[in-house]
């Protein structure tokens, strides 16, 4: 005798959605509904300095999402780029983001702060389904699950959600992977372009991207000391000089923008130049970390110490992952992770638990690493109650990152 069981309606249409599509979106739902509650009950229960700047008279939710680096973004979205030497100027922002604020804004009621939110916002939902692809290409669909869910609830994700760049930086550089992996070189230069013209770092993608060209070529860091290794790359180079080309476009985006500011200002480097005026001078990161280290060391329990110890702790752990992302993912992964946290401590540690937010291979090392039950367990609450404590914290304009 045969018996049918009948599922619920609920799981039947379930059981038809792509896993890249269910869990990405429930992450998304899940650590949006903390971070939004969590801003909310912040912004009616805490008190805040009067005097801040309103992104948005009409909406105290928008408003709420827009603090700090979102007034330049809103800034050059509506008036454009201007620079003053030695001090602070909206040049140091890269233009993508508030291009595509100003061509959004007719469709979110003339306001460039709603247009970034609903950018950040869609353009995080996007990241998460092609990282949950991407992590299951190199991983498997296990730990994809977990690294969606760890990239969403990381204490500053945020950021992910609010006038800021995180979220398209991240889109642009998981997408440029995700193509290079499926050998749409044409595609994965253009993304890794628009990277660039989003942050000077989006550049590195040429790197990443390249070595995966290379590994496509069947060439292998650990046999170098092999004649056929290279005997193969040479007949890629034949076969498919074109390609190399293609991907030489991804630095196009940052160069466009360093000719934008010769002509408007005689300026390239006026993006690197404005960064004096907000302390950040290029140091190394070995005097950057020592003087936070000093710092800490110190023991004076101020706001600046706190700081300090999350941001270097933050730089420490990324950091210590880099030889883990090699191993686990290749040398092109570790290397795009690890340039980056060079460049961004060359300036000084501050920021960097919110600089940190792109790096999605440590991420995805993460999930793999989450497979042990027990650390599973820990990470996410773990997560999700700093999460909501930072929240809390940038919509009342106190700084975290």
Known sequence: MNITKKLPVWR??????PAWLTYPLLAFLVSRALIFGAG???????????????ADKDSRFVSMWA?????????????????????????????????LMRLVA???????????????NLSFLLALMLLYALTEIELDAGAARRT?????????????????TESLFMLLGVAAMFCARKRWWLVAALLGMLASATRNVGALLWALVMWEW???????????????????????????????FIIAIIPLGLFGYMYFLKENFERPLAFVETQAAWGRQMLGPIQSVGNSLKLILAGDMNKSWITSLW???????????????????????????????????????GSMIRYVLPLFPVFMLLGDWGRREWLDRVITPSFAVVLGAFTAVFVNWIFVA
């Open 148 to 164: 969606v869910f760890y990239v969403s609830f990381f204490p500053t994700a945020f950021f992910f959600s609010a006038v800021y």
């Open 12 to 17: 039947a249409i379930a059981w038809d959605v």
């Open 67 to 99: 603090k700090w680096d979102s007034q330049y973004y809103v800034d050059i979205a509506a008036e454009g780029y201007w620079f003053t030497p030695k001090a602070q100027s909206n040049v140091a922002f890269f233009p993508l983001y508030p291009l």
């Open 40 to 54: 909310l009950i912040a912004d009616l229960m805490l008190p805040t300095d009067p005097g801040h700047w309103l």
């Open 214 to 244: 290379l590994r496509a070529q069947g060439w292998r860091l650990s046999q170098a000391r092999k004649k056929e290794t290279w005997l193969n790359l040479g007949q890629g180079l034949m076969r498919n000089w074109a390609e190399v």
């Open 311 to 349: 941001n270097l702790g933050a730089f420490a752990a990324f950091t210590a992952a880099v030889p883990f992302v090699w191993r686990r993912l290749g040398g092109g992964y570790a290397a795009y992770v690890l340039v980056q946290l060079i460049i961004a401590s060359s300036a000084g540690t």
């Open 106 to 120: 007719p469709l979110a009621g003339d306001s460039e702060a709603r247009a970034g939110l609903l950018i950040s």
